[in-house]
C-alpha cells in the first residue's frame, strides 16, 4: 500500500494495456494492495467523481432557465413583446407578470420533485469492493480513482477502465461498447500499443459486466476519461417508451391539432370582422394558451415524485419515474420462485450417496466445495455453509484451486488437499443433469439417478449432484479437468413458501395481475410449490421445449402456460417479449446476471437492493425488501399516481375546452372580444392552482383494484362532453348577462370571468371521483384552494387594482345569477359523468368481449 501526497496523473495517451502490471503500478505510485483512504481523497479531489457526465446533480437555474423553453411561454413572451411594441405597455406588463408566476409555479414543482428524486437515488447508488489500506471494503462507485485495485466477480459492473493483475477463468460481456454478443475472455498481460478495444486482451472497460469468474483489477481512468464516456453518445441504449409516455405524446398532438384549428379561425375571422389587429392576434394567442394545460409537465413531475416517494416509504426505490405508470398498468408479473414466492432461506435438508442413502462423506464435501469457493455468493452454498456444527473439522484440507461456476457449465469445482497427501481431491457442484454429464456412467446408473431426482422433486426438494476425482497433486486446475468424475451423491435442499404467500397472491389476483413463475428449477419443484401457494400448475413449458419452438408458436402458446420451467436464462428475455406481444403490460421480477435481457424487456424491470449490478442498473425499479407485499404497495401507489395524473388531464382539458370553444364562438357573434387576453391568461392561471394540489388527492378505492391503462379515444370523448356541457353553460351565461342584464363590454367580460373560473373550480370536485362527488372527500389542499380561488373570484371585480384588468363591479343580482348558473351547471355535470362512466364501462367490456 502506497500513499503519496502528490501522486503523477496518469497520461490518456499512453497504450497502457500495452504496459506490464509492475510498470503500470509504480507510475500510478499505488501497489497491489491499493491505495489508503488518505491518498485515494487526495485523488479524488484531483481527478473528480468517477462518474459520466455532470457531477453538480441538478441546477436550480438550469430547471428555472427550463420552464421557458416551453413553446407556451414562448407565445407568451410573443404576445407581451408585440403589446409593447404597438404601445399596450400595461398589457405587456401584466402578459409579463402571468408568465413570471406561471414559470415559477411549474419551477417549484419540478425542482422539487427532481431534488427528491436525487435523494431516492443515492439511497441505491452503487458499490464495489476494493482494496483500502491493505484490506478489503465496498466503497461507492463513484469515489474510485486512478490506482485503485478492485475486486471483481460474476454479476459485477466493471467500474473502471483498467488492466487486470489476477483473474480466474474470467468472462466479460463487452456488448455495452463493441455491440459483440458473446463473452469475452479477459486474462492478465500485455496487448498490442494499437490494439483495439475488443482486442484488448488484459483490458476491462466501464459499462461492460462480469459473466463469470474472478479478477482483481487496476483502475487507469475513471469518469469522463473512460472509453464509455467517449463514445456514451453513440453507445447508450434507448429506454423503450412507456405506455403513459405514448398516451402523453399522442394526447400533445390532440391539443395541438385543436389549438391550431381554432386560433387560426378565430384570427382570420376575427379580421374579416375588422378587428383590429393586435387585439384579434393577443386574443388568438391568449386563446392558444387557455386551451393548453401549461402546467401539466409540472403535474406530472409532482405526481410522479410523490408517488416515487410513497413508494419508497413502501420500500420500493424508482430509478425511472415514468415506470411507475406502467406499474400501475401491469397486468402481469413473470418471477422466478427463489426469495420471492418462498422465503428465500435455503436449507440443506439431506445429504445422501448414489444409492439415495444419508452419507457423512457427501456431506464433508459439500462443506468443503461451499466454504472454501470464493466466486459469486449464493443461497445454495450459504445454505450448506449454515449446516457446518462444532463437530465439522475442515482444517485437515487446504484449497489449491478452483474451477468457478458459469451459467453453461452450470457447476462448481473446488480442489482441496489434505495435508500431507500425495494427490488432491477435485470436488464438483452443480445442477444434477450437468454433473451427470462429466461422470462415467451407464444407462442404468443414468435412469436411476433420474428417477431418483423426480421423486425428490415432486416431493418439493431441490437436488444438486455432486461428484469426485482424485489428481496427482499440482497447482493449477481449469475445467477441463472436470472429466471422467465419480458420481458421489445428492444434497436437497428446502425452500418453503412464504408465510401468507396464498393471500398475497390472491390480493394480487384481486387487482388483475396474474402471476408466471419462470424458473430454472426442475418443473416437478415448481408445480409443487405453485400447488401448494395456489398458483395454475397443470399447464408446464420445459426450456427445452421452449427452445424448439418458433417465435411465432411461441406466440401462440405463451398465455396458456402457467410455469416456465427448467429454463435457460437466455429464454427468460424470448418469454417477455411473447407476453407482451399478447397485449399484456409485463413486469418481470429478477436479481441474477442473465437477467437483464428480460428487465430491459419488460414494461416493468423490477430488481432487489441485493442483486448483482447488472440487474439493478437494468431495473426501473429496486425492492429494498424482497417480498411480494411490497410490490403489491408499490403498485398501489403507481396506481394512485396514474389515477391523480389522469385526474389533471381530464379536469383541465374538458374546462379549457368548453372556454375555449364558447369564447371562440362569442368572439365571432358579439361586437366586441368577450375577453381581454390579460383576463383570459388570469383566469388560466387562477383555475390551474387547485390543480397543483392533485399530486396528494385523495383516490377511491375502486380506482386501483384493477390495471389502468391510457386511453387516448376515451380522452377525447370526455373532453368533449364535458366541453360541450360546459359550453352550454357559457351560452346561457352570455343570454343572462347580454338579454336579461343588458350588460355592457366590461360588464360582460368581468361577469363572464367570474362564471368561467366558478365553473372550472366546480368541475375538479365532480370530476375528480367516479362516485358522488359529496361522498368522496378531496385532499384538505385541494378543498382549501378550491374554496380560497373560488372566493377570490367572487371578489375580483371589487378588488382595487381590478380596472387594470379591465374588471368592473358587478350588481348583486348579477352576482347571485351567477352563482345559480355554477349550481346547476354543477348538477349537470355530476349527471354526465354518471353517464359517461356507465358508457365507457360498457364500452371496455364489449372490447374485451
Given at each position: 500500500?502506497?500513499?503519496?501526497?502528490?501522486?503523477?496523473?496518469?497520461?490518456?495517451?499512453?497504450?497502457?494495456?500495452?504496459?506490464?502490471?509492475?510498470?503500470?503500478?509504480?507510475?500510478?505510485?499505488?501497489?497491489?494492495?491499493?491505495?489508503?483512504?488518505?491518498?485515494?481523497?487526495?485523488?479524488?479531489?484531483?481527478?473528480?467523481?468517477?462518474?459520466?457526465?455532470?457531477?453538480?446533480?441538478?441546477?436550480?437555474?438550469?430547471?428555472?432557465?427550463?420552464?421557458?423553453?416551453?413553446?407556451?411561454?414562448?407565445?407568451?413572451?410573443?404576445?407581451?413583446?408585440?403589446?409593447?411594441?404597438?404601445?399596450?405597455?400595461?398589457?405587456?406588463?401584466?402578459?409579463?407578470?402571468?408568465?413570471?408566476?406561471?414559470?415559477?409555479?411549474?419551477?417549484?414543482?419540478?425542482?422539487?420533485?427532481?431534488?427528491?428524486?436525487?435523494?431516492?437515488?443515492?439511497?441505491?447508488?452503487?458499490?464495489?469492493?476494493?482494496?483500502?489500506?491493505?484490506?478489503?471494503?465496498?466503497?461507492?462507485?463513484?469515489?474510485?480513482?486512478?490506482?485503485?485495485?478492485?475486486?471483481?466477480?460474476?454479476?459485477?459492473?466493471?467500474?473502471?477502465?483498467?488492466?487486470?493483475?489476477?483473474?480466474?477463468?474470467?468472462?466479460?460481456?463487452?456488448?455495452?461498447?463493441?455491440?459483440?454478443?458473446?463473452?469475452?475472455?479477459?486474462?492478465?498481460?500485455?496487448?498490442?500499443?494499437?490494439?483495439?478495444?475488443?482486442?484488448?486482451?488484459?483490458?476491462?472497460?466501464?459499462?461492460?459486466?462480469?459473466?463469470?469468474?474472478?479478477?482483481?483489477?487496476?483502475?487507469?481512468?475513471?469518469?469522463?476519461?473512460?472509453?464509455?464516456?467517449?463514445?456514451?453518445?453513440?453507445?447508450?441504449?434507448?429506454?423503450?417508451?412507456?405506455?403513459?409516455?405514448?398516451?402523453?405524446?399522442?394526447?400533445?398532438?390532440?391539443?395541438?391539432?385543436?389549438?391550431?384549428?381554432?386560433?387560426?379561425?378565430?384570427?382570420?375571422?376575427?379580421?374579416?370582422?375588422?378587428?383590429?389587429?393586435?387585439?384579434?392576434?393577443?386574443?388568438?394567442?391568449?386563446?392558444?394558451?387557455?386551451?393548453?394545460?401549461?402546467?401539466?409537465?409540472?403535474?406530472?413531475?409532482?405526481?410522479?415524485?410523490?408517488?416515487?416517494?410513497?413508494?419508497?416509504?413502501?420500500?420500493?426505490?424508482?430509478?425511472?419515474?415514468?415506470?411507475?405508470?406502467?406499474?400501475?398498468?401491469?397486468?402481469?408479473?413473470?418471477?422466478?420462485?427463489?426469495?420471492?414466492?418462498?422465503?428465500?432461506?435455503i436449507r440443506l435438508d439431506r445429504c445422501a450417496d448414489a444409492d439415495g442413502l444419508d452419507s457423512q462423506q457427501v456431506r464433508l464435501w459439500a462443506l468443503l466445495n461451499a466454504t472454501l469457493q470464493s466466486g459469486m455468493a449464493n443461497p445454495l452454498d450459504e445454505g450448506i455453509a449454515a449446516s457446518r456444527g462444532s463437530g465439522d473439522d475442515l482444517s485437515a484440507y487446504e484449497k489449491i484451486d478452483e474451477v468457478p461456476y458459469d451459467f453453461i457449465r452450470k457447476r462448481l469445482s473446488v480442489i482441496?488437499?489434505?495435508?500431507?497427501?500425495?494427490?488432491?481431491?477435485?470436488?464438483?457442484?452443480?445442477?444434477?443433469?450437468?454433473?451427470?454429464?462429466?461422470?462415467?456412467?451407464?444407462?442404468?446408473?443414468?435412469?436411476?439417478?433420474?428417477?431418483?431426482?423426480?421423486?425428490?422433486?415432486?416431493?418439493?426438494?431441490?437436488?444438486?449432484?455432486?461428484?469426485?476425482?482424485?489428481?496427482?497433486?499440482?497447482?493449477?486446475?481449469?475445467?477441463?479437468?472436470?472429466?471422467?468424475?465419480?458420481?458421489?451423491?445428492?444434497?436437497?435442499?428446502?425452500?418453503?413458501?412464504?408465510?401468507?404467500?396464498?393471500?398475497?397472491?390472491?390480493?394480487?389476483?384481486?387487482?388483475?395481475?396474474?402471476?408466471?413463475?419462470?424458473?430454472?428449477?426442475?418443473?416437478?419443484?415448481?408445480?409443487?410449490?405453485?400447488?401448494?401457494?395456489?398458483?395454475?400448475?397443470?399447464?408446464?413449458?420445459?426450456?427445452?421445449?421452449?427452445?424448439?419452438?418458433?417465435?411465432?408458436?411461441?406466440?401462440?402458446?405463451?398465455?396458456?402456460?402457467?410455469?416456465?420451467?427448467?429454463?435457460?436464462?437466455?429464454?427468460?428475455?424470448?418469454?417477455?417479449?411473447?407476453?407482451?406481444?399478447?397485449?399484456?403490460?409485463?413486469?418481470?421480477?429478477?436479481?441474477?446476471?442473465?437477467?437483464?435481457?428480460?428487465?430491459?424487456?419488460?414494461?416493468?424491470?423490477?430488481?432487489?437492493?441485493?442483486?448483482?449490478?447488472?440487474?439493478?442498473?437494468?431495473?426501473?425499479?429496486?425492492?429494498?425488501?424482497?417480498?411480494?407485499?411490497?410490490?403489491?404497495?408499490?403498485?398501489?401507489?403507481?396506481?394512485?399516481?396514474?389515477?391523480?395524473?389522469?385526474?389533471?388531464?381530464?379536469?383541465?382539458?374538458?374546462?379549457?375546452?368548453?372556454?375555449?370553444?364558447?369564447?371562440?364562438?362569442?368572439?365571432?357573434?358579439?361586437?366586441?372580444?368577450?375577453?381581454?387576453?390579460?383576463?383570459?391568461?388570469?383566469?388560466?392561471?387562477?383555475?390551474?392552482?387547485?390543480?397543483?394540489?392533485?399530486?396528494?388527492?385523495?383516490?377511491?378505492?375502486?380506482?386501483?383494484?384493477?390495471?389502468?391503462?391510457?386511453?387516448?379515444?376515451?380522452?377525447?370523448?370526455?373532453?368533449?362532453?364535458?366541453?360541450?356541457?360546459?359550453?352550454?353553460?357559457?351560452?346561457?351565461?352570455?343570454?343572462?348577462?347580454?338579454?336579461?342584464?343588458?350588460?355592457?363590454?366590461?360588464?360582460?367580460?368581468?361577469?363572464?370571468?367570474?362564471?368561467?373560473?366558478?365553473?372550472?373550480?366546480?368541475?375538479?370536485?365532480?370530476?375528480?371521483?367516479?362516485?358522488?362527488?359529496?361522498?368522496?372527500?378531496?385532499?384538505?389542499?385541494?378543498?382549501?384552494?378550491?374554496?380560497?380561488?373560488?372566493?377570490?373570484?367572487?371578489?375580483?371585480?371589487?378588488?382595487?387594482?381590478?380596472?387594470?384588468?379591465?374588471?368592473?363591479?358587478?350588481?348583486?343580482?348579477?352576482?347571485?345569477?351567477?352563482?345559480?348558473?355554477?349550481?346547476?351547471?354543477?348538477?349537470?355535470?355530476?349527471?354526465?359523468?354518471?353517464?359517461?362512466?356507465?358508457?365507457?364501462?360498457?364500452?371496455?367490456?364489449?372490447?374485451?368481449?
Amino acid at each position: 500500500m502506497r500513499s503519496l501526497s502528490a501522486p503523477r496523473p496518469t497520461d490518456s495517451s499512453k497504450a497502457y494495456w500495452a504496459l506490464p502490471a509492475e510498470e503500470l503500478l509504480t507510475e500510478l505510485h499505488t501497489a497491489a494492495d491499493g491505495l489508503s483512504s488518505a491518498e485515494a481523497s487526495t485523488r479524488l479531489r484531483m481527478n473528480g467523481p468517477n462518474v459520466i457526465g455532470s457531477k453538480s446533480g441538478i441546477s436550480a437555474i438550469s430547471v428555472f432557465a427550463r420552464q421557458f423553453r416551453s413553446p407556451l411561454v414562448l407565445i407568451l413572451v410573443f404576445a407581451a413583446i408585440v403589446s409593447a411594441f404597438v404601445g399596450e405597455g400595461s398589457e405587456a406588463v401584466i402578459i409579463g407578470i402571468i408568465v413570471l408566476a406561471s414559470c415559477l409555479l411549474s419551477f417549484t414543482q419540478e425542482y422539487g420533485a427532481s431534488r427528491a428524486m436525487e435523494a431516492l437515488n443515492a439511497r441505491i447508488a452503487r458499490k464495489t469492493t476494493m482494496l483500502r489500506n491493505g484490506r478489503e471494503e465496498s466503497v461507492a462507485v463513484a469515489e474510485i480513482v486512478p490506482g485503485d485495485v478492485i475486486r471483481l466477480s460474476a454479476g459485477n459492473l466493471i467500474p473502471a477502465d483498467g488492466v487486470l493483475l489476477e483473474a480466474r477463468d474470467f468472462n466479460v460481456s463487452e456488448a455495452a461498447l463493441t455491440g459483440e454478443t458473446f463473452p469475452v475472455v479477459k486474462a492478465p498481460g500485455v496487448s498490442d500499443p494499437g490494439a483495439q478495444i475488443g482486442q484488448r486482451s488484459n483490458a476491462v472497460f466501464t459499462g461492460t459486466s462480469v459473466r463469470s469468474g474472478t479478477a482483481t483489477m487496476l483502475a487507469m481512468h475513471t469518469g469522463k476519461e473512460t472509453e464509455f464516456a467517449a463514445i456514451a453518445g453513440a453507445i447508450a441504449r434507448a429506454v423503450p417508451e412507456t405506455d403513459f409516455a405514448k398516451g402523453i405524446r399522442r394526447f400533445g398532438y390532440l391539443m395541438t391539432e385543436i389549438m391550431l384549428v381554432i386560433v387560426i379561425l378565430v384570427f382570420f375571422a376575427n379580421l374579416l370582422l375588422h378587428r383590429p389587429i393586435v387585439d384579434s392576434l393577443l386574443f388568438s394567442l391568449a386563446l392558444a394558451v387557455g386551451l393548453t394545460p401549461e402546467l401539466l409537465p409540472a403535474i406530472i413531475s409532482v405526481t410522479l415524485a410523490r408517488g416515487a416517494r410513497a413508494m419508497a416509504a413502501s420500500g420500493v426505490i424508482v430509478r425511472r419515474l415514468e415506470a411507475i405508470e406502467n406499474l400501475g398498468s401491469m397486468d402481469l408479473l413473470c418471477t422466478d420462485k427463489t426469495g420471492t414466492l418462498t422465503e428465500g432461506t435455503i436449507r440443506l435438508d439431506r445429504c445422501a450417496d448414489a444409492d439415495g442413502l444419508d452419507s457423512q462423506q457427501v456431506r464433508l464435501w459439500a462443506l468443503l466445495n461451499a466454504t472454501l469457493q470464493s466466486g459469486m455468493a449464493n443461497p445454495l452454498d450459504e445454505g450448506i455453509a449454515a449446516s457446518r456444527g462444532s463437530g465439522d473439522d475442515l482444517s485437515a484440507y487446504e484449497k489449491i484451486d478452483e474451477v468457478p461456476y458459469d451459467f453453461i457449465r452450470k457447476r462448481l469445482s473446488v480442489i482441496v488437499r489434505q495435508k500431507d497427501a500425495g494427490e488432491d481431491l477435485l470436488i464438483c457442484k452443480g445442477a444434477v443433469p450437468n454433473i451427470a454429464e462429466a461422470c462415467t456412467l451407464d444407462e442404468r446408473q443414468a435412469k436411476a439417478i433420474d428417477e431418483k431426482v423426480q421423486g425428490w422433486s415432486m416431493q418439493g426438494f431441490r437436488v444438486l449432484g455432486l461428484a469426485v476425482r482424485r489428481f496427482p497433486s499440482r497447482q493449477t486446475y481449469s475445467r477441463d479437468d472436470e472429466t471422467n468424475l465419480a458420481f458421489a451423491g445428492f444434497l436437497l435442499f428446502l425452500d418453503p413458501p412464504k408465510p401468507g404467500m396464498a393471500e398475497t397472491l390472491k390480493a394480487l389476483a384481486g387487482r388483475g395481475i396474474k402471476v408466471k413463475v419462470i424458473s430454472g428449477d426442475n418443473r416437478h419443484v415448481a408445480a409443487h410449490l405453485a400447488q401448494i401457494i395456489g398458483l395454475p400448475h397443470r399447464r408446464i413449458l420445459t426450456g427445452d421445449d421452449l427452445a424448439k419452438l418458433t417465435k411465432e408458436a411461441l406466440f401462440a402458446r405463451v398465455a396458456h402456460v402457467d410455469i416456465f420451467a427448467e429454463i435457460d436464462p437466455n429464454q427468460k428475455e424470448r418469454i417477455i417479449e411473447a407476453l407482451r406481444r399478447r397485449g399484456h403490460v409485463v413486469g418481470y421480477m429478477g436479481d441474477g446476471i442473465n437477467d437483464a435481457p428480460a428487465l430491459h424487456e419488460a414494461d416493468i424491470g423490477i430488481s432487489v437492493d441485493g442483486a448483482v449490478d447488472v440487474a439493478r442498473e437494468a431495473a426501473d425499479m429496486i425492492l429494498l425488501k424482497r417480498d411480494l407485499d411490497v410490490l403489491l404497495r408499490g403498485v398501489d401507489d403507481g396506481r394512485r399516481t396514474f389515477a391523480n395524473t389522469m385526474k389533471y388531464i381530464s379536469i383541465t382539458t374538458s374546462a379549457n375546452f368548453g372556454n375555449m370553444f364558447s369564447m371562440a364562438f362569442a368572439s365571432l357573434a358579439l361586437p366586441f372580444l368577450p375577453l381581454l387576453a390579460p383576463q383570459i391568461l388570469l383566469n388560466n392561471l387562477l383555475s390551474s392552482l387547485p390543480s397543483l394540489a392533485i399530486a396528494r388527492d385523495r383516490v377511491d378505492a375502486e380506482q386501483i383494484e384493477a390495471p389502468r391503462r391510457w386511453d387516448i379515444g376515451s380522452i377525447r370523448r370526455f373532453m368533449i362532453y364535458f366541453g360541450l356541457v360546459s359550453s352550454c353553460f357559457d351560452f346561457v351565461t352570455f343570454g343572462f348577462l347580454l338579454l336579461l342584464m343588458h350588460a355592457n363590454a366590461g360588464t360582460f367580460r368581468t361577469g363572464w370571468f367570474v362564471e368561467s373560473l366558478l365553473t372550472q373550480l366546480v368541475i375538479v370536485l365532480v370530476i375528480r371521483t367516479h362516485q358522488s362527488f359529496w361522498r368522496s372527500r378531496p385532499s384538505a389542499l385541494l378543498a382549501w384552494l378550491t374554496l380560497a380561488i373560488g372566493l377570490l373570484a367572487l371578489a375580483i371585480p371589487y378588488l382595487p387594482g381590478s380596472a387594470w384588468f379591465g374588471f368592473v363591479p358587478l350588481p348583486a343580482r348579477i352576482m347571485a345569477g351567477l352563482v345559480a348558473i355554477t349550481l346547476i351547471y354543477l348538477t349537470a355535470s355530476e349527471a354526465t359523468k354518471r353517464w359517461f362512466f356507465a358508457r365507457e364501462g360498457r364500452l371496455a367490456k364489449r372490447r374485451q368481449a
